[in-house]
């Protein structure tokens, strides 16, 4: 089980810190990852992390932005978000993938419950 947490109302230009805390099983050998859905919008990826937390992939615009990273003694991954827009106002969801060690996109099978993430102007 994924449980996201940390989401709320932030002014543009702030920062908020997601957490995905895991429970259940031991998601420490798989490939976390974070996505969004905005409001009449399809669920996009937003970035993601191999086990060791050696490689990362962001989205193009999320880069420079956000950092993934995972703390897998607490079976719990991080999504730091800094200079928020109002165009990353969305629920975010994060997710596990365990068919493959390498970082994609797509083809998670683990997902957790949103948290919602309010970006003003």
């Known amino acids: 089980q994924l449980q996201a947490s940390g989401g709320g109302l932030v002014q543009a230009g702030g920062s908020l810190r997601l957490s995905c805390a895991a429970s259940?099983?031991?998601?420490?050998?798989?490939?976390m990852g974070w996505f969004r859905q905005a409001p009449g919008k399809e669920r996009e990826f937003v970035a993601a992390i191999n086990w060791g937390g050696g490689v990362t992939v962001y989205a193009d615009s999320v880069k420079g932005r956000f950092a993934i990273s995972r703390d897998n003694a607490k079976n719990t991954v991080f999504l730091q978000m800094n200079s928020l827009k109002p165009e990353d106002t969305a629920v975010y969801y994060c997710?596990?993938?365990?068919?493959?060690?390498?970082?994609?996109?797509?083809?998670?099978?683990?997902w957790g419950q949103g948290t919602l993430v309010t970006v003003s102007s």
């Open positions: 997710a596990a993938d365990s068919y493959t060690a390498i970082v994609r996109q797509r083809g998670y099978n683990y």
């Open positions: 259940g099983r031991t998601f420490s050998d798989y490939v």
